[in-house]
């Protein structure tokens, strides 16, 4: 049984994502994801190194099918999360 995580399917879905992204993020910078907060920026509060960069790139990629990081426009968990639902939800759509 599936639980119901949002208003509709499209709001559940977009939440089991951001739990996924999250637990990702957790795992590349060895924290518990539970503490992870949207506002936490990669580079001043994780002083992301370039492997942590690296291997959030491959997992993200990894689970979410071929989805690259454009980390030009990332600076916190939240951008990393919308750019997640955000492309996956375009390619759903297309």
Do not use: R, W
């Not at 049984?1 to 208003?7: E, F, H, R, T």
């Not at 951001?18 to 518990?32: G, K, L």
């Not at 989805?67 to 750019?83: K, N, P, R, S, Y």
């Amino acid at each position: 049984m599936c639980g119901k995580m949002g208003n509709t399917e499209v709001d559940t879905i977009k939440n089991m994502m951001s739990m996924s992204v999250y637990y990702v993020i957790a795992d590349c910078f060895d924290v518990d994801a539970m503490e992870l907060e949207p506002h936490k920026a990669l580079d001043n509060d994780f002083h992301m190194t370039t492997e942590e960069k690296s291997l959030l790139s491959e997992s993200i990629t990894d689970m979410f099918n071929g989805h690259q990081l454009e980390f030009a426009t990332i600076h916190t968990v939240q951008d990393i999360v919308d750019q997640v639902i955000n492309t996956t939800m375009s390619d759903l759509i297309h």
